[in-house]
Nanobody
């Protein structure tokens, strides 16, 4: 089992930055590809981006490229989502997930999920 706990969400204004964290416990963190998803009010959950086990290879949804950055610190069992130039449409609950599969964007491929952290971007 892997337990994931997201933190860092909050209310910000358009154009601001925010960094989310996802702390993992349980099984060996570095064995898992880590992925971020988000779910906006009234919408389905969608892929944001992910990062390889060693942290060298991040990958992103097209709509966040250039604004969001994913990194991880395996010594701290934590993955991060740095969000810059936030827009009101980025308002969502952000989830991190752990998977044994690299570069997958499918929710069904995720083995473990956090409970999410809410990000609200005001205009």
């Amino acid at each position: 089992q892997v337990q994931l706990v997201e933190s860092g969400g909050g209310l910000v204004q358009a154009g601001d930055s925010l960094r989310l964290s996802c702390a993992a416990s349980g099984r060996t963190f570095s064995n898992y590809v880590m992925t971020w998803f988000r779910q906006a009010p009234g919408k389905e959950r969608e892929f944001v981006g992910g990062i390889s086990r060693n942290g060298y290879i991040p990958y992103y949804a097209d709509y966040v490229k250039g604004r969001f950055t994913i990194s991880r610190d395996n010594a701290k069992n934590t993955v991060y989502l740095q969000m810059n130039s936030l827009k009101p449409e980025d308002t969502a609950v952000y989830y991190c997930a752990a998977s044994g599969k690299y570069d997958t964007r499918r929710e069904d491929d995720m083995d473990y999920w956090g409970k999410g952290t809410l990000v609200t971007v005001s205009s």
